[in-house]
């Protein structure tokens, strides 16, 4: 090219005028100035972190430094999960060992470690094949006489850019207990359920490095100091469970697995005027260090599992009535043992727990019970007449007013754990003589037993629907608070605080004298409903049932919201007299609610209702 420049330029080339040889050469120059600009524009600015990466690689070995993962503790401090580092594990850095220097350290790794030559040509086609990575583990779990080995080795310089590592394991010392809320991790430490999964960007550690300057032959060169940037720990989670109560749940459910050998099971016990989760338990359940059980086990089945709710329902039917200014508590509704319903079939029946006769009251020749006597009796045939009184708006709106057919907005719930928003079919399917009285007697219907709870305590606190939380806060390793759980509502429920205040004396008339009085104490007053539910099985009702109670405690001035859900009970147990108990909310569940509460209430420090000190006294 320069001698054809030349050429050009020349008496014998094309350009004979030296203004326009000139004029070429310059072009020619400027021609190759701008090349030569593009080229370091293209080097210094397009591909700078591409050859700066390179010029690293070469010039520097990295060493990622580990931080510990957040651990998770209930509200009183009990640690859920945390990190512990058991045993040692032997790693390379491939980058660290220079190319001719391979071969040597493989074969001598493999002699400090037990293993023959073949090993040790395995090792050195790793370490070729990582060359560029900056972590290889060669052992995991190192024998201790191993380590001692390795450990003088690496004191005399003999093995370039090994390390001996703490195995991190993540530990749940309290086994089953509240597993299902706290989850667990998987080998790489990566939250695979509960709280682990939800949290995973919280609690999850952001690893440090170390920089090492090296020389060509890969040797770190003296005088240079190391940058160092530290690793972050993980967050640490508080949850709302106070220990004392969750351990009381777990207890209390074990008991009564024990007694009834159900299906499933499920307790939970809620702060009345926050919506916070003190206790939360279900049966079957898992133990987190063992990862090897059933699958199924781990499922939240309080928030997974909708059922019919049967009489629990009830008290939400006479609540809206109460909201529309149709009845009072003392009002008087027509009572029949057996009611037939225009247009459908099956009769509407009380028997078995009719109201007794002397409860009636007498008046032109029909016999009439008082709404109190309706609730604290559990009475069919009148939720029936107080739910046609109302209509299909009135009861639909009643009943999805207080959340049914919708998520809870339970901070570990959701679709990402399955979380069901029961069922409630369309007002438009819904058919009078059918469809209105199956509902009002808890049928036809599904809700889960956070929704059922969830609905009761808003009964409890004077008529708001919270969205349950178990995420009490989350603070980084910094002190640093990223989250904060409080109240919030799920919606604006039609329920007024004197509707509520009206209904609490009649459901804990339900406990001292009505479906509920197993779960009747001394020192406390629950008030409450029971619920008993046939299943479906093979498209019909069958004689298996779900046995329920969900309420609050104390009556007259509620701390605690609280429900137990017992599926298809199995044991058969009898009575002091020898008479084999049947299956219902009040046998099954009830007894199990008194003793939570009593044991809950007393361990939060609630004082006793004063007639029980006085007597005592």
């Not at 777990?250 to 916070?276: C, F, K, N, Q, Y």
């Not at 709404?371 to 009184?389: E, F, K, L, P, Y």
């Not at 956070?450 to 349950?468: D, E, I, R, S, W």
């Not at 969900?550 to 298809?568: L, R």
């Amino acid at each position: 090219m320069a001698r054809a420049l030349l050429w050009m330029l020349s008496d014998r080339g094309l350009i004979r005028s030296p203004r326009r040889a000139a004029a070429w050469g310059l072009g020619v120059i400027v021609i190759l100035m701008f090349g030569l600009t593009g080229r370091l524009y293209s080097l210094q600015v397009m591909h700078h972190d591409d050859y700066l990466v390179q010029r690293n690689a070469n010039s520097t070995r990295s060493v990622s430094l580990p931080g510990t993962r957040g651990g998770i503790y209930t509200a009183d401090n009990v640690s859920l999960a945390q990190t512990t580092f058991s045993g040692a594990s032997i790693v390379v850095n491939p980058r660290a060992v220079p190319g001719g220097e391979r071969a040597e350290l493989a074969t001598r790794l493999a002699g400090l470690l037990g293993h023959d030559g073949d090993y040790a040509r395995k090792l050195e086609e790793q370490l070729y094949q990582r060359r560029d990575k900056a972590y290889y583990c060669v052992q995991y779990e190192t024998p201790l006489e191993n380590i001692e080995r390795i450990q003088a080795s690496l004191r005399l310089g003999e093995l370039p850019g090994v390390e001996i590592r703490n195995i991190e394991t993540r530990r749940y010392p309290l086994g089953n207990f509240a597993s299902q809320i706290v989850g667990f991790v998987g080998r790489d430490m990566e939250g695979l359920e509960g709280v682990e999964r939800a949290l995973e960007s919280w609690l999850a550690a952001r690893p440090g490095t170390r920089v090492t300057m090296v020389d060509a032959l890969g040797r770190p060169i003296e005088g240079m100091d190391d940058a160092v940037q530290q690793p972050m720990d993980g967050a640490r989670v508080d949850l709302t469970l106070n220990s004392g109560v969750q351990a009381i749940v777990e207890d209390e459910l074990r008991t009564a697995i024990e007694r009834w050998d159900p299906v499933s099971a499920t307790i939970v016990v809620m702060e009345t005027h926050s919506g916070a989760i003190l206790g939360i338990a279900n049966y079957p359940s898992f133990d987190p260090n063992d990862r090897n059980g059933d699958p199924a086990s781990r499922k939240n089945t309080a928030i997974t599992d909708a059922f019919e709710p049967g009489s629990m329902i009830k008290p939400i039917i006479y609540a809206r009535a109460f909201e529309k200014g149709l009845l009072t508590p003392d009002s008087l509704i027509e009572y029949d043992v057996e009611l037939k319903v225009q247009g459908r079939r099956k009769l509407v029946s009380d028997k078995g727990h009719e109201i007794l006769p002397e409860a009636r009251i007498q008046r032109n020749g029909r016999e009439y019970v008082t709404v109190r006597q309706a609730i604290v009796h559990s009475s069919n045939t009148c939720v029936a007449r107080v739910g046609m009184m109302l209509g299909i708006n009135e009861v639909h709106d009643a009943v999805t007013g207080v959340g049914f057919a919708q998520r809870t907005g339970f901070d570990m719930g959701g679709t990402r754990f399955g979380e069901s928003p029961g069922i409630i079919r369309k007002k438009s399917d819904w058919t009078v003589p059918n469809s209105l009285v199956s509902v009002c007697m808890g049928y036809e219907i599904q809700v889960t037993p956070l929704q059922m709870l969830n609905c009761f305590n808003t009964l409890a606190n004077g008529g708001h629907v919270y969205k349950p939380y178990v995420i009490r806060s989350v603070t980084g390793a910094d002190k640093k608070v990223l989250h904060q759980g409080q109240p919030r509502e799920l919606l604006d429920c039609w329920m007024s605080e004197q509707t509520a205040l009206a209904l609490r004396p009649l459901l804990a008339d339900v406990v001292s004298e009505g479906t509920a009085r197993n779960a009747l104490l001394p020192q406390y007053q629950i008030a409450g409903k029971t619920g008993t539910a046939h299943k479906v099985k093979d498209g019909q009702y069958s004689a298996d049932k779900i046995c329920s109670f969900v309420g609050f405690a104390p009556a007259e001035d509620p701390v605690i919201s609280i429900i137990v859900v017992v599926n298809e009970a199995r044991g058969r147990n009898v009575n002091k007299y020898g008479w084999r108990i049947r299956h219902y909310g009040g046998t099954v569940a009830a007894p199990t609610v008194a003793r939570v509460v009593l044991r809950t209430l007393k361990h939060l420090g609630v004082p006793e209702r004063a007639t029980v000190t006085e007597t005592e006294e």
